[in-house]
């Protein structure tokens, strides 16, 4: 890349990055070393697995595209050229402590068996929670946009949810019953083709026999007041209460922690409705 268009490439990513993902996350561990790594010249310590998720989410908030897509060898290369302006860090690191400061989330560790930067009860874009995954890596870029992405090696299943569902961004087909029961038990309907008798209705039947992990993903509506996507709650991992019914199943997990209260209103409505 050339010095000035690199400049120009730079202010548009902490602009995007700003507006349309931190401000969406709420994640207070992340945010903090999003300000970090701007203020230590894009570096950060590649020992630390979870640093190492938080950098591939950070590589994604600010360029949305594989590395060697942007003009990057290496992800060390790629977040080293994000605080080169050194006026643009300081705005980005300040609005990121303003950010900061508002922040009034309780984030509480998850336990899935490997190390996960992502926290309960934060919200977190779906590049944030792919990159977390590893299935956004440096030189590939998910293109997955399913309600449920299955990642074989780590033995676990994420199911993203939108409670409040419309024709316009969902077809009749997707207009799938999903809501909590209580604090601890959500009601989620699978995938049209899923039966319990085999498949994947099957490896969520026998998830626990298997030692594999469901981990749910819930947002109020698609889009936010300004028009921007919203993140997704990561309401932690979930076991198989009950189920019923085939293509689709109606199954009931239970959450490990109660759904965060500033949730429940959106996620419960519906259960009365």
């Known amino acids: 890349m050339l010095a000035d268009s690199l400049d120009t490439i730079i202010e548009q990513a902490q602009f995007r990055a700003i507006s349309n993902r931190f401000l969406q996350c709420t994640s207070f561990s992340y945010l903090l070393f999003i300000r970090n790594l701007l203020n230590n010249n894009g570096?950060?310590?590649?020992?630390?697995?979870?640093?190492?998720?938080?950098?591939?989410?950070?590589?994604?908030?600010f360029w949305q595209k594989p590395g060697n897509e942007v003009g990057f060898a290496t992800l060390e290369e790629s977040l080293r050229a994000i605080p080169r302006d050194y006026q643009l860090k300081n705005e980005c690191?300040?609005?990121?402590?303003?950010?900061?400061?508002?922040?009034?989330?309780?984030?509480?560790?998850?336990?899935?068996?490997?190390?996960?930067?992502?926290?309960?009860?934060?919200?977190?874009?779906?590049?944030?929670?792919l990159s977390a995954f590893g299935e956004n890596q440096f030189d590939k870029k998910s293109s997955s946009r399913e309600g449920v992405v299955e990642i074989k090696k780590l033995?676990?299943?994420?199911?993203?949810?939108?409670?409040?569902?419309?024709?316009?961004?969902?077809s009749p087909?997707?207009?799938?019953?999903?809501?909590?029961i209580s604090e601890f038990l959500f009601h989620w309907q699978t995938q049209n083709a899923?039966?319990?008798?085999?498949?994947?209705?099957?490896?969520?039947?026998?998830?626990?026999?298997?030692?594999?992990?469901?981990?749910?993903?819930v947002r109020e509506k698609?889009?936010?007041?300004?028009?921007?996507?919203?993140g997704f709650v990561n309401v932690g991992p979930v076991n198989l209460e009950s189920h019923c019914g085939s293509q689709p199943m109606n199954i009931t997990w239970r959450l490990e922690e109660p759904i965060p209260p500033y949730l429940w209103n959106d996620a419960a409505k519906l259960a009365i409705a």
């Not at 626990?208 to 992990?213: C, F, L, T, W």
């Not at 889009?223 to 919203?230: L, N, P, T, V």
């Open 222 to 230: 698609s889009s936010d007041e300004f028009g921007r996507a919203m």
């Open 93 to 129: 690191c300040d609005i990121i402590d303003l950010y900061l400061n508002s922040l009034d989330i309780k984030e509480i560790p998850m336990d899935v068996g490997f190390p996960s930067a992502l926290m309960m009860h934060a919200r977190y874009t779906r590049d944030e929670i």
């Open 43 to 61: 570096v950060w310590d590649s020992t630390n697995p979870i640093y190492n998720q938080f950098a591939m989410m950070a590589h994604f908030d």
């Open 173 to 180: 087909t997707t207009l799938y019953q999903d809501y909590a």
């Open 194 to 217: 899923a039966r319990p008798d085999r498949g994947r209705g099957l490896s969520y039947v026998n998830h626990r026999n298997y030692g594999k992990k469901i981990i749910l993903f």
């Open 155 to 170: 033995n676990c299943e994420l199911l993203f949810v939108t409670l409040q569902k419309t024709e316009k961004k969902f």
